[in-house]
């Protein structure tokens, strides 16, 4: 009976402390990556605004069967809706089956004659649970090299165009 006592006080302890643990993590978390690419914002918009030429430039995209109805995709267990989309900005609701949803915003920020910069950015707002803030490290690491790869692929298309 002392040993199950224990295991169960053992089991609350360590569960406190993970979730202690988890409220140095912050709750917004803001995952961006950015290109810089020679060329009109027109040939920019055509391959980011619209859902129906990300095939062009989405690795996943290619590789598995996207249904685009409106201005929502559904690929695998993601769906992407369009929300806003401005001259120099599209944002998107990006939601994953188990995940809290992404606010995605893609704009192009002009340097100078034709020479753009490329930003796109991911924030995702996860609640208090520990598993949700433990996840929220994965982001950078693995969302952040697939952005780089998906940029690049981008910018070739749009010079490729």
Known sequence: MRLVKF??????????IITAISFLFPS???????????APAENIAYYVSDLQHWNA???EWKENKVTIKDSTAFISTQ????????????????????????DV??????????????????TQNVHWYPWEKFQ??????????????????????????
């Not at 295991?7 to 406190?16: D, E, M, P, Q, Y």
């Not at 915003?105 to 991911?122: A, D, G």
């Open 105 to 122: 915003l893609i704009e192009w920020l002009p340097l100078s004659n034709n020479q753009y910069v490329i930003h796109w950015s991911f």
């Open 57 to 59: 430039w989405m690795t």
């Open 79 to 102: 769906k992407i809706q369009l929300v806003q989309k401005t001259d120099s900005s599209a944002r998107f609701n990006w939601v994953a089956t188990g995940q809290p949803p992404y």
């Open 136 to 161: 929220t490290l994965l982001n950078e690491k693995l969302l952040g090299y697939k952005m780089e790869v998906e940029l690049a692929n981008l910018k070739e298309a749009i010079l490729n165009k």
């Open 7 to 16: 295991l169960i006080i053992s089991a609350l302890v360590l569960a406190s």
């Open 28 to 38: 917004k978390v803001v995952v961006s990556r950015a290109i810089e690419i020679s």
